[in-house]
T-cell receptor
Framework: DGGITQSPKYLFRKEGQNVTLSCEQNLNHDAMYWYRQDPGQGLRLIYYSQIVNDFQKGDIAEGYSVSREKKESFPLTVTSAQKNPTAFYLC?????????????FGPGTRLLVL | EDQVTQSPEALRLQEGESSSLNCSYTVSGLRGLFWYRQDPGKGPEFLFTLYSAGEEKEKERLKATLTKKESFLHITAPKPEDSATYLCAVETTDSWGKLQFGAGTQVVVTP
């Protein structure tokens, strides 16, 4: 059963704490993305990765970090430098082969601050 | 600056009452326009990709069309299960893989 999984579904962060959101895909897609969604706003791109061991900053990368050590995994760390982390975080992937640009999304992780 | 604007922000329909959602875009060069459906608390579900003006795609009660300035998502004879937020996104020719999203249109269909 192919798809994108994100865990956990809910995550609580304390002040000064770093937290890591998991994203795994078994679609054999080359590219992976992280978005942040706030109420009443469109999705905003945090980081994206075109290939293993390579990633680029999106529009709102400050306070976040990523790694891409395996094709199927793209974890996102929300660091203590991110002062307003409460949001719905979405991971996506796309084939990026033969003109296939469509991004497919995971179920999301909701991050709340204690 | 590239911009994607969706209207209306919210739409309330009676079951069977057809309507259209608008996505207008101002970009340097369009590579593709994407429509997604998002249910509350869930990730967006892909609906359509449109690449060139004049292109149309259909899926059940949904039909997406594209012009040089905007895209429409037509909902024909909607049912309550069509209630969702519909998101529009564009990829431009100078922004590899980077989708720019509109804020979405929240659609509620009542029986």
């Amino acid at each position: 059963d192919g798809g994108i999984t994100q865990s956990p579904k809910y995550l609580f962060r304390k002040e000064g704490q770093n937290v890591t959101l998991s994203c795994e895909q078994n679609l054999n897609h080359d590219a992976m993305y992280w978005y942040r969604q706030d109420p009443g706003q469109g999705l905003r791109l945090i980081y994206y990765s075109q290939i293993v061991n390579d990633f680029q900053k999106g529009d709102i990368a400050e306070g976040y970090s990523v790694s891409r050590e395996k094709k199927e995994s793209f974890p996102l760390t929300v660091t203590s430098a991110q002062k307003n982390p409460t949001a719905f975080y979405l991971c996506a992937s796309s084939p990026r082969q033969g003109g296939q640009e469509t991004q497919y999304f995971g179920p999301g992780t909701r991050l709340l601050v204690l | 600056e590239d911009q994607v604007t969706q209207s209306p922000e919210a739409l309330r329909l009676q079951e069977g009452e057809s309507s259209s959602l608008n996505c207008s875009y101002t970009v340097s060069g369009l590579r593709g326009l994407f429509w997604y459906r998002q249910d509350p608390g869930k990730g967006p579900e892909f609906l359509f990709t449109l690449y060139s003006a004049g292109e149309e795609k259909e899926k059940e009660r949904l039909k997406a069309t594209l012009t040089k300035k905007e895209s429409f998502l037509h909902i024909t004879a909607p049912k309550p299960e069509d209630s969702a937020t519909y998101l529009c996104a564009v990829e431009t020719t100078d922004s590899w893989g980077k989708l720019q999203f509109g804020a979405g249109t929240q659609v509620v269909v009542t029986p």
